[in-house]
C-alpha cells in the first residue's frame, strides 16, 4: 500500500514522542499490506474499525487514534488525522 502522508505522521512524532514506535510500525505493516477488503486488513489490525468511509486504527494501545480513507483498489491509504485518544472523542471529525 502507499501511504500519503508520511509527513503528518512525522508532525505527530515530532508532538508525541511516545508514539514513533507504534506509527513507524503501522507505516511499515500498511506498506507491506496486500488487502483487497476491509475483513482481510481487520486480520492484520484486529481493532480497526470503519467509521463513515474512514477507517481508525488504534495506534500505542488506544493512545491514540489514526484515522485513514484505505482506498484498496489503488492500494492508496490516505491519513486524515492522527489524534490523542481524548482528542478523538472531543473532535467532530467524522463530519
Do not use: C
Request: charged share 30%.
Amino acid at each position: 500500500m502507499r501511504i500519503i502522508s508520511l509527513k503528518r505522521i512525522r508532525e505527530f512524532i515530532d508532538k508525541h514522542a511516545d508514539s514513533k514506535a507504534s506509527l513507524l510500525a503501522w507505516h511499515d505493516t500498511m506498506k507491506a499490506g496486500v488487502w483487497k477488503n476491509f475483513a482481510e486488513l481487520r486480520t492484520t489490525f484486529g481493532s480497526a474499525d470503519i467509521v463513515g468511509r474512514r477507517t481508525v486504527f488504534d495506534i500505542a494501545n488506544n493512545k491514540y487514534r489514526l484515522i485513514a480513507r484505505v482506498n484498496y483498489e489503488s492500494r492508496k491509504v490516505f491519513v486524515l488525522h492522527i489524534l490523542t485518544h481524548k482528542n478523538y472523542e472531543k473532535m467532530d471529525w467524522n463530519k
